[in-house]
């Protein structure tokens, strides 16, 4: 059984910075695509941030500059630093990796979403 557990989530001032982790654990041969995604209240889950197995990277508009997605392979852990965070940064944020575990077919997986709040 895979699963996906995020942390580092919080309350931060506006400039803030915080880390968020994702862990995934359970049998795993090798997982692919791994992203951050986000979702506030009344609005619909949106990307933030996506890496692959090689390290190419992917940002929405609204965060580029601003936010640094990475990966340990050996760890089968992605991080996402949040620099000078703003109120509208405010929302659920999950992890979904794409995982090829004991079924032998790559599976999507979702965390079960960490809270980040930026407000003075």
């Known amino acids: 059984q895979v699963q996906l557990v995020e942390s580092g989530g919080g309350l931060v001032q506006p400039g803030g910075s915080l880390r968020l982790s994702c862990a995934a654990s359970?049998?795993?041969?090798?997982?692919?695509?791994m992203g951050w995604y986000r979702q506030a209240p009344g609005k619909q889950r949106e990307l933030v941030a996506t890496?692959?197995?090689?390290?190419?990277?992917n940002y929405a508009d609204s965060v580029k500059g601003r936010f640094t997605i990475s990966r340990d392979n050996a760890k089968n852990t992605v991080y996402l630093q949040m620099n000078s965070l703003k109120p509208e940064d405010t929302a659920v944020y999950y992890c979904?990796?794409?995982?090829?575990?004991?079924?032998?077919?790559?599976?999507?997986?979702w965390g079960q979403g960490t809270q980040v709040t930026v407000s003075s």
């Open positions: 979904r990796a794409y995982i090829l575990g004991a079924t032998m077919v790559f599976n999507e997986y």
């Open positions: 359970g049998t795993i041969f090798r997982i692919n695509v």
């Open positions: 890496i692959t197995s090689g390290g190419n990277t």
